[in-house]
């Protein structure tokens, strides 16, 4: 299938960077893997606290170019009508690359805030309030000149608006550790259980209506519950996080209860996309995008549903608050419900921006497979070092470094299952790059 509007191709060189930078994440995953049973590896050039730091703010900065290239590209079939400003939208990728790796790259000359998952400096900030603005305009323009408003792309909007707008409370460092952790999770974690959910949820709701043909009405009332669902329970679910940080003692009942219930929007999920898949009018010839779509329902479920149940009540996270098992919940919830998903609009959306009438796709299956297996046993090996690390150091009292040596083969485990999973990364690349230039020489 053929893009519809010319101005789709502005979301391409947003995928491109996004999977550039993706790899980027992954060697810097790699790293850390290797530090931890090899703590002197690399050291002093890249230390384990600079290499985490990169590590996830690469996450973070690629997946944010998924989720704007995505937007740029299912929001003019959404209105039927061509983008606001092409110009506005290259303007801004320009900005927002230079800015993320001028700010990967001040972190090994440790030019940083120092403040976890925000430790943009802070002119690196006022780029990215100034990029995520730009967007959001952009983006209201468009919908407003555009012949229709739907469901989809209101919710897609109101999680860029919450986006922006909690990401203000980065600006905000008060001196009380406590008061600062307060206003801190509403970044860290109503960006990625609660505003990332509504765009995760319209992009799944656009892959499902354009995958199965299903009727928009039916996709539209599943929105709606997830949306639902993700405010209900994320925004008073954030006290899960004021258990153990001098907070009033009624966050250990109200945090529990509502993150209890945060696995009802990935549920939901699940089922909004084997409901549209039983309703389905057209079989799609894209079967790896159709792999990847209903893949992220059940990873995200499984990830950030199932083993944030796990460890999500008082009784139990008194146990494991910082250990390998909110790793293993971190690594797992990221990739089902936000790696996946990006990589998802990717495959369907890049095939029509490069006019591809004929799809070979067994590279990518190959490569989604190996992605797939990769995480869920790197999962479960930080589970297995997590579980140990909680009976010695929480139940025996055992020194947390004395610890750190029983759990080594966890350890290796999970940095042989990163090695898999970046060989399935490096299939999914080489088929990525491959076929464009293919596709240009034809």
Request: glycine share 8%; proline share 3%; net charge neutral.
């Amino acid at each position: 299938m053929k893009y519809q509007y010319e101005s789709q191709q502005v979301a391409y060189p947003f995928f491109v960077a996004a999977m550039l930078l993706f790899a980027g994440q992954i060697v810097f995953g790699l790293i850390i893997g290797a530090q931890y049973m090899w703590p002197d590896f690399l050291f002093p050039a890249i230390p384990f606290h600079i290499a985490r730091m990169i590590h996830i703010n690469l996450l973070v900065v690629w997946l944010i170019f998924g989720f704007m290239g995505s937007t740029y590209y299912l929001i003019p079939e959404e209105v039927e009508g061509e983008l606001y400003s092409v110009k506005l939208a290259i303007t801004q990728f320009w900005l927002f690359l230079a800015g993320g790796v001028t700010a990967v790259v001040g972190y090994l000359f440790r030019w940083h805030d120092g403040r976890e998952f925000l430790e943009q400096p802070f002119i690196i900030k006022v780029a990215i309030v100034i990029v995520v603005l730009m967007f959001i305009y952009n983006i209201s323009m468009t919908m407003l000149k555009g012949k229709k408003r739907t469901s989809t792309s209101i919710v897609l909007l109101i999680g860029f608006i919450g986006m922006a707008l909690l990401y203000l409370f980065a600006f905000f460092k008060p001196d009380n550790m406590i008061v600062d952790k307060y206003y801190w999770w509403l970044v860290v974690h109503l960006w990625v259980e609660g505003v990332w959910e509504l765009i995760m949820a319209a992009i799944l709701s656009f892959l499902l209506i354009k995958l199965t043909g299903a009727e928009r009405e039916v996709a539209e009332k599943w929105l709606y519950i997830i949306v639902g669902l993700t405010f209900i329970t994320g925004i008073i679910g954030t006290g899960h996080h004021y258990y153990w940080i001098g907070a009033p003692e009624f966050w250990q009942t109200w945090g529990a209860w509502f993150s209890v219930f945060e696995v009802l929007p990935f549920a939901a999920m699940i089922a909004f996309s084997f409901d549209m898949l039983s309703k389905k009018t057209r079989s799609h010839q894209n079967k790896a995008a159709i792999l990847w779509t209903v893949g992220t329902t059940i990873m995200s479920f499984v990830g950030a549903g199932v083993w944030g149940f796990l460890h999500t009540m008082p009784q139990i996270n008194y146990y494991t608050h910082g250990t390998q098992i909110t790793a293993s919940h971190g690594h797992m919830a990221f990739f089902g419900a936000y790696v996946m998903i990006v990589i998802a609009m990717i495959s369907y959306a890049v095939p029509n921006l490069r006019n591809q009438e004929s799809l070979n796709q067994k590279a990518e299956v190959i490569a989604f497979w190996t992605m797939v297996i990769s995480m869920l046993f790197m999962g479960l090996s930080l589970t297995g070092a997590g579980i140990v690390q909680v009976y010695l150091q929480r139940i025996l009292g055992m020194p947390f470094m004395e610890a750190q040596e029983h759990i080594a083969l966890f350890y290796g485990l999970r940095f042989f299952f990163g090695i898999t999973f970046t060989l399935g990364l490096g299939i999914y690349l080489y088929d990525f790059f491959s076929s464009a230039k293919s596709r240009t020489k034809g």
